[in-house]
């Protein structure tokens, strides 16, 4: 059996800065908006919302953000997370690419999200705010909101996209375990909720409706405020403590990767991954092809328009230019995994706009089947968002093959699928559906888009 | 906040050699005995069960037993497992004690028992087997041993407690992902099976019953063996590297524990963090209190008679002396964590014989609030198996408080409840039970002792 390798580093290697790609952008991204006034938004204007300490972490240059002596210490606890080559895979693909994943899913609440959850806890708990709201669609965000806020004695309450409240009694119960308080969005305990109730009682929720909800409930008290668990930059520039990692794991093997790939819902974990790779190759490095893999039932990068949008479906964030579906957009009930949100994270969009990365779609089943694949040879089983990633470097893996060509392949294994077995489950009993949106459909998604005219 | 302190080794440090505590024993074990002939048991009588390199680590005397370098090179997915200072547990308790834990939750099925079904299925392939029958009451077990079995190319099928099967389907998802097959016992695949459902077609199961079909199946193909994930001396033996990176770590600490607490079913887990420990106070170490912890729903170290039973319900196994409820002993439906075996490993009966460690029973709704506790300090969500050890450790910690007295307690935080959602929302919904079982109860389940002279 050829054996996996695992590259770990030691805690004193927990990067002391976060990685802020900002600073080596050839060209800035576009600014946000002001929903109502459209002109661009001041620290202000965002202030209800976020601690001054992350509003400025959205909008800094400065290309190192020093890390928190105190959210280094918390990390410790899984972090630095083992850097994997995956030599059983490869085995088993009869690849002779190199197969490395990054596994994100040590951490408590079992993915990638703690790692922005606890700064944002943090710089919350600084600030004097008592409470967190949130909003959660697979559970993730929400599970990794409810442990930081554990930590920090923050209450956190979360509404929960009502068709996964319903299918995940699981999930649900860990943040509950956690402290948390779960609320099925949309819910009659906001205006953005009661309104769409009101046209549909059983509206089954979007992410874009549990912003909505979430951003009502924050901005009403000053000691309350709201948490984002991706799409905005300082979430982003949270995770970019795993490429940091990965930079050095790679060379403990004497690697650097020609391919990356990361999963992309709101482009959190995949920026964390990507991001520090594309600023060493916008600074002279090396370049380094970056694939982001996305449902099929949620194309935002690879089908979407790149225009100004609202991040919810009650219009009440600023907007920001990025891919986008719509901000009413839902997804289709058979899509069985995460990665459901309308919007794509602007840096990644920008990004995409600059040429800097590749999008790719992928179908469920097949994307189900190469993270059944992946159980087998390495014995970690992947949540389904995570399976996207899978399932793109399994199909590098098997290029490299066709061509006879031995490429080193990075991807992100953001997370575990313990709390997603229902999915596996109707995989395995031949439940999930592949589907193509209709150029119509996804017409009808984008119909809302707000008119913008983006600033000089 | 106090933060934990986390305790790696590296890789190197994995152990090169499991510790066998029969080599320490100031008396030996009572011999295991053939359940016809009531002689002891010859290797020959356990070969069709065994491959011979697992039933010659039953019975040596050799003090280490080297690990296969094979079998490192898989523990390194894992191992060394982390051992945390529960500074934020500390905290919360306000108690002067020095608590550790032990984290096994990081291995890829979630638990301590990859330990011994790595080795298990190693050693059996090694031995040209093809196909590996085994049970699984609350699918720990089962899903290590086909997450072994997948490694290795072997066939894995399971008989998982009926009971379990229906309330725990996404464990058993789990399962069928790594490619194993399950089957509710008691099944109609097996004689023992057949005759339970002729008597009750409803039957709960229990693991005795499991274990005897699992045996009968194994029984009858040259190619097939029988894997056991506790009781037996060897798979104890498998589980020392657990207490053996303890020692390392705690050095690592400056400390030795004063306490060290695990929970107990067959007794692996216990075993495995323990024994190294006993071994180092009977060469002359230092004296060290010992607790094994049991749900007062099957108590059989607290409870039970010392006396020889069969190790299955149909009485196909060996006969060995050990702390038995009797045979034919079920778990009350209300119990719902794991540890829920009619009898205990018989090297931890015989240690607690020879005055070596002590027994407590709690019921489960203290031990699930405890659990709850750890995870809103320590972020981990703990199985409810492991949640008996941390009610353990609580009360000691409890204990040094109340004595002002600061204590170093070591705990074995066996594995992760993510597959054990539902147990937790029973607890905060009200609906565990606790209760004791009355003398008669007990004194029913016992009537069924087998009645054997114990040879001289």
Known sequence: MSEQVKYLLDESRIPKAWYNIQADLPKPAPAVLHPGTHKPVGPDDLAPLFPMELILQEVTLEREVPIPEPVREVYRQWRPAPLY??????KALQTPARIYYKYEGVSPAGSHKPNTAVAQA???KQAGVKRLITETGAGQWGSS???AGALY?????IFMVRVSYNQKPYRRALMETYGARCIASPSKETQSGRAILAKDPDHP?????AISEAVEVAAQRDDTKYALGSVLNHVLLHQTVIG???IEQLEMANDYPDVIVGCTGGGSNFAGIAFPFIGAQLRGGKKVRVVAVEPAACP???RGTYAYDFGDTAHLTPLTKMHTLGSTFTPPGFHAGGLRYHGMAPLVSHLKELGLLEARAYEQTKVFAAGVQFARAEGILPAPEANHAVK??????IRCREEGVSRSILFNLCGHGHFDMQAYMDYFAGKLEDRQYEEQELAMALAGLPSVAEPA
């Open 85 to 90: 080559r995956a030599r059983r895979l490869e």
């Open 122 to 124: 943090f710089y919350n």
């Open 145 to 147: 909101l409810a442990f």
């Open 153 to 157: 004695g923050l209450e956190v309450q």
């Open 205 to 209: 929720g979007s992410l874009g409706i």
């Open 244 to 246: 940091l990692e990965a």
């Open 300 to 302: 935002s990068l690879t």
């Open 392 to 397: 793109g470097a399994i199909d590098e893996a």
